[in-house]
């Protein structure tokens, strides 16, 4: 059966990965009241339904090399990403196949960008380990 579903902004809390390094600059409060580095779960996906995730990252943040077990779109919203030695800016997208190692830097403005997978992924594995990351909501 077709749904729709519309979640605002509001109604979906940031959160802060255990997987982040925090500093000062990590834990700066931004205008919509949550912290420069953090995501938020849009649509927590299932076995049949997308996922959305809505990551920033402060400038100069560096993630690490990993890789995820799902293909994965990135949709880059506001700032720039270094990757693989060539800055992305806003209105890039890039795609990932599952299991394709990655990282990347923060450009001097931070970066804000929406990622997409076909369903339920919460891997997050680092070269010789692999990983599921608890996503579910904190307060």
Not at 62 to 67: A, F, K, Q, S
Not at 85 to 97: D, H, I, M, P, S
């Amino acid at each position: 059966m077709p749904k729709v579903r519309i979640t605002t902004p509001e109604e979906k809390p940031w959160q802060v990965s255990g997987e982040r390094v925090e500093t000062d600059l990590s834990r700066q409060i931004q205008p919509d009241g949550g912290p420069w580095s953090a995501y938020k779960i849009r649509e927590p996906g299932s076995e049949t339904e997308l996922q959305l995730v809505e990551l920033r990252f402060h400038p100069g943040e560096v993630t690490e090399l990993h890789c995820h077990d799902e293909d994965e779109l990135i949709y880059i919203l506001e700032g720039s990403m270094l990757i693989n030695n060539r800055e992305l800016k806003a209105g890039t997208t890039v795609y990932l196949g599952g299991g394709v190692f990655y990282g990347f830097t923060a450009g001097p403005e931070g970066l804000h960008f929406l990622n997409f997978r076909g369903h339920i992924d919460n891997s997050f594995h680092l070269p010789g380990r692999r990983k599921i990351v608890d996503t579910s909501v904190s307060h």
